[in-house]
C-alpha cells in the first residue's frame, strides 16, 4: 500500500510541477507574442495585384468518356484569401497553396515570428510581417480570427475568398484530442475518458471565459470572428452565417477533399496537376475515437451553431457538385486519384505514413500535440529520380518547415516546441 501511494504522490507532484510549468510557459508566450497596438493606419489603396501573371491563358477542359470538351480561355486566379480552420485538412491544403503560390511567384502575407496571426486575437493587418499601408500581398492563410474589414484593406478587390469545414462532431472530437491540454478547465475532468465525461454534462465542465475554452465550442463559427457561445436560435447566428455566404466564393468539406479540390480548380482556373496532395498532420489510428452514436449526437447539441454553419454549406457544396455535373465530377476525382496514387508510389517510402518515432529526417517531423506523438509523417524514398525530387521534397514537408522555407521566423513557435518537448518527456 505505501508503494502505491509513493507512486500516487509522485505522479500527482509530477503533474502539479508540470502544469505550473506548462502555465508559467503560456503566460510568458502571450506575454512575449501579444502584438503591439498600432492607431489610425492610414489608408492606402491595395494595388490590383503584385502577381507575375502567366504570358498564356489556360483552356477549360471537360473530359467525359468519350472526348474532351474544350472551354474558354481562362487565367488562373492567383490572389487568394484561405480561411485556414482548425483541425479541417487545412494544413494539407495550405502545403497546396505554398506549392502553387512559388509556381507563380506570388507574395504572401505571413505572421511574424509564429505561425499565426496572434489568434485568437482578431485579425489586423498589423499582425503581418513587415506590413506598410500600400503593400501588395497575393495570398494570405495562416491561421487567423477573421475580420472582413482589415482582411480586405490588405489584398486586392477581386481575391477569391476559400475555406474548409468539418462535421463537427469529428472535429470537436478532433480539437478535444489535439487541444484539450492547452485548455484549463478539462484538467478537473476525472477519469482516463475525458472526452465522454465532458459530454456528459458539458456545462458542469465548461468556462465561457476560461482560458482557450473557444477551442471546445463551435470552434468553427469563433475561427469566423463570431461569437461562439451565442445560443443556436439567436437571429445573429443566421445573420453569422449569411456573412459567411456572401464573402466566401468556395466553402470546401473535409468529408469530400477531393471534390472540393476539383470546385476549387473550376472556380480558380488551376490545373491538375495544382491539386496533388498527401494527407499531412493526420493522427494515427490507435489514438482516432470512434464516437459512438450518443457522443456524436452530444458533440452535435453542445456544438449547434458548427452544426448549422455545416448543414448550410453541405447543401450549397452539391449544388455546386451537380452544376459542375456529378459524372464528371466522378471522373475528375479519379484522375485526381490515379495521379496522386502516381506521386505516392514515386515519392513515399513503403507507400504510406509512419509514426512519429519512424520518421528519419528531423525535418520531415510534424508538430506534436502536448503529451504524445499521435501525429504521423511520412519518409522520402532515397532513389528518387531527379524529376521528381524537388517536388516529392514539397509535398511531404510539414507545415512549419515549409513556413520557414519561405522565410518566416517562427521563434515564438519554436520556442514553445522546446518547451512542449520538456511537457512531453
Same mark, same amino acid.
Given at each position: ?277 498527401? !494527407?499531412?498532420? /493526420? ?10 452514436? =450518443? %457522443? #456524436?449526437? +452530444?458533440?452535435? *447539441? ?17 449544388? !455546386?457538385?451537380? /452544376? ?10 479519379? =484522375? %485526381? #486519384?490515379? +495521379?496522386?496514387? *502516381? ?83
Amino acid at each position: 500500500m505505501t508503494g502505491k501511494q509513493g507512486r500516487q504522490w509522485r505522479s500527482m507532484c509530477k503533474g502539479l510541477v508540470l502544469g505550473t510549468l506548462l502555465t508559467s510557459c503560456m503566460i510568458l508566450l502571450y506575454c512575449l507574442s501579444t502584438p503591439q497596438i498600432h492607431f489610425s493606419l492610414p489608408e492606402v489603396p491595395v494595388p490590383y495585384s503584385c502577381a507575375h501573371r502567366p504570358s498564356q491563358l489556360q483552356t477549360k477542359a471537360t473530359t467525359n468518356s468519350s472526348h474532351q470538351v474544350h472551354g474558354p480561355a481562362c487565367a488562373p486566379k492567383v490572389d487568394i484569401m484561405f480561411m485556414k480552420t482548425h483541425k479541417t485538412a487545412s494544413s494539407t491544403f495550405l502545403n497546396i497553396l505554398f506549392r502553387f503560390g512559388e509556381k507563380h511567384r506570388l507574395k504572401f502575407a505571413f505572421p511574424d515570428s509564429r505561425n499565426d496571426f496572434f489568434y485568437p486575437s482578431l485579425f489586423e493587418r498589423s499582425h503581418v510581417k513587415d506590413y506598410r499601408p500600400g503593400m501588395c500581398f497575393n495570398v494570405i492563410c495562416n491561421h487567423l480570427r477573421f475580420n472582413a474589414a482589415e482582411v480586405a484593406k490588405l489584398l486586392p478587390t477581386d481575391t477569391s475568398y476559400i475555406t474548409i469545414l468539418r462535421d463537427p462532431a469529428e472535429l470537436f472530437e478532433s480539437s478535444f484530442h489535439y487541444f484539450g491540454r492547452l485548455v484549463p478547465f478539462t484538467w478537473r475532468i476525472p477519469g482516463d475518458d475525458k472526452l465522454t465525461e465532458f459530454l456528459r454534462d458539458p456545462l458542469h465542465y465548461f468556462d465561457p471565459e476560461g482560458f482557450n475554452s473557444f477551442y471546445l465550442k463551435n470552434l468553427l463559427f469563433f475561427d469566423f470572428g463570431q461569437d461562439n457561445t451565442l445560443e443556436p436560435d439567436d437571429p445573429r447566428v443566421e445573420e453569422g452565417i449569411k456573412f459567411i455566404t456572401d464573402r466566401f466564393q468556395l466553402v470546401m468539406l473535409v468529408e469530400h477533399f477531393e471534390e472540393s479540390l476539383i470546385l476549387l480548380k473550376e472556380t480558380l482556373c488551376w490545373e491538375m496537376d495544382d491539386l496533388l496532395f498527401f !494527407k499531412l498532420n /493526420a493522427r494515427k489510428g490507435s489514438t482516432v475515437s470512434k464516437l459512438t452514436p =450518443e %457522443l #456524436r449526437v +452530444r458533440a452535435l *447539441e453542445w456544438n449547434a451553431i458548427d452544426w448549422k454553419l455545416y448543414q448550410h454549406f453541405n447543401l450549397t457544396f452539391w449544388k !455546386k457538385v451537380d /452544376a459542375y455535373g456529378r459524372r464528371r465530377m466522378a471522373e475528375e476525382v479519379a =484522375e %485526381l #486519384r490515379r +495521379r496522386n496514387a *502516381e506521386m505516392t508510389s514515386i515519392c513515399i517510402e513503403g507507400g504510406r505514413a509512419v509514426e512519429a518515432g519512424s520518421i528519419q529526417e528531423t525535418d520531415m517531423q510534424p508538430w506534436q500535440p502536448i503529451g504524445e506523438k499521435s501525429i504521423m509523417g511520412y519518409n522520402l524514398k532515397k532513389n528518387v529520380d531527379k524529376a521528381h525530387q524537388k517536388l516529392c521534397r514539397k509535398m511531404l514537408m510539414p507545415e512549419l518547415q515549409y513556413l520557414t522555407e519561405l522565410g518566416v521566423n517562427l521563434w515564438i513557435t519554436r520556442l514553445w516546441g522546446h518547451v512542449r518537448d520538456i511537457i512531453n518527456w
